[in-house]
């Protein structure tokens, strides 16, 4: 395929068999006082006041499982259990991430990049709503951790927010090695909203937005196309967006190029009315049809998990980083 400017197909990968605390995000008080993404187990956890409604529990979360269908699903555990490390704490362990980044087998000073993963608090859970490949190659990788955590402070009461951390990796033995990490930087919320970036915040269970994705409509940096899309496509299907602007390789992984992600002209989607792109089970007639719709509401780039023929010259891509979501790429 081409390398056009943006295109966000990883170099050097095979096509694959048919089978793939936020800054500027607003904060949920609960119980009086409130960090906030959902996993493969469903809809996201939601914390239960107490009876006298302060200070609210920190909710129980569905713990994250790689797919059967996950391109080296060991990549997205190490990753995983990082975010998990620096991200959830037990009551006033929460300067004990060092050390439980070390039980890892991980570079202790990882935690000093944490950056809004790590906020301050007296306890914190985390839920990972979705870990997503930024780029898989060889012997590197990206991997996107999209989570919520909620946070206990000092006075009880349980902030909820969340974050997206981009993971780099480097192949090694006996387990891959965490060199990076990159959390979301959204940007301040802009002054004023298009109706329209208002209508996408407002969508409800059409289309859902984890943590960094809201914070990216709010910061009014991705672009109208990007917008006009989802709502389009949110006509026909249920949404679940995994990275919009923030949280993404700024190039395309492995090369030189830069990515349309971080310019606001991107968007991924991992989850198709209630089905997981990866999952062997999620029917293939879904995601090609979803596809397709994704070119006609106006990608000129559409990657995911087929190879699909048609369209204008390369506006179809498939690869393995884009075995477990959909990517939709707009020139503006």
Known sequence: MSTAEGQ??????????????????????????????????????SPTPSATGTPAELPKVPVWRPSPGDVQPEVKVRAVELVRAIGAWPAGERDAAMAR????????????????LRP??????????DAQYGGILADSASVLVVCRQWVRRGDGAVVAGGTTVDVRL?????????????????????????????????AGSSIRLPPAA??????????????????????????EVSVVRSGHPLKVFGTDRPSDHPRGRAVDVWRIDGHAVVDPGTSRALVEEFMRAAAAAGSYNVGGPLQLSGGAADQ?????????????????
């Open 8 to 45: 966000d197909r990883v170099p050097g990968s095979p096509l694959p068999r048919r089978r793939t605390l936020l800054q500027g995000a607003p904060a949920v008080l609960l119980g009086g006082a409130g960090c906030a993404g959902g996993s493969r187990s469903g809809a996201p956890a």
């Open 101 to 116: 980044v070390g039980a890892l087998g991980l570079a202790p000073t990882l935690v000093d990049q944490a950056g809004a």
């Open 120 to 129: 301050g608090g007296a306890q914190a859970v985390l839920e990972v709503v």
């Open 170 to 202: 480097q192949k090694a033995r006996p387990r891959w090695r965490v060199t990076a990490l990159h959390p979301a930087e959204p940007g301040a919320p802009a002054a004023a909203l298009s109706p329209e970036a208002q209508r996408l915040l407002d």
């Open 214 to 239: 809201v914070a990216d409509i709010r910061s009014g940096q991705v672009h109208a196309s990007v917008v006009r899309a989802l709502l389009d496509l949110s006509r026909t299907y249920r949404i």
């Open 316 to 332: 179809f891509f498939s690869d393995d980083t884009h075995r477990d979501h959909v990517h939709m790429g707009f020139r503006g």
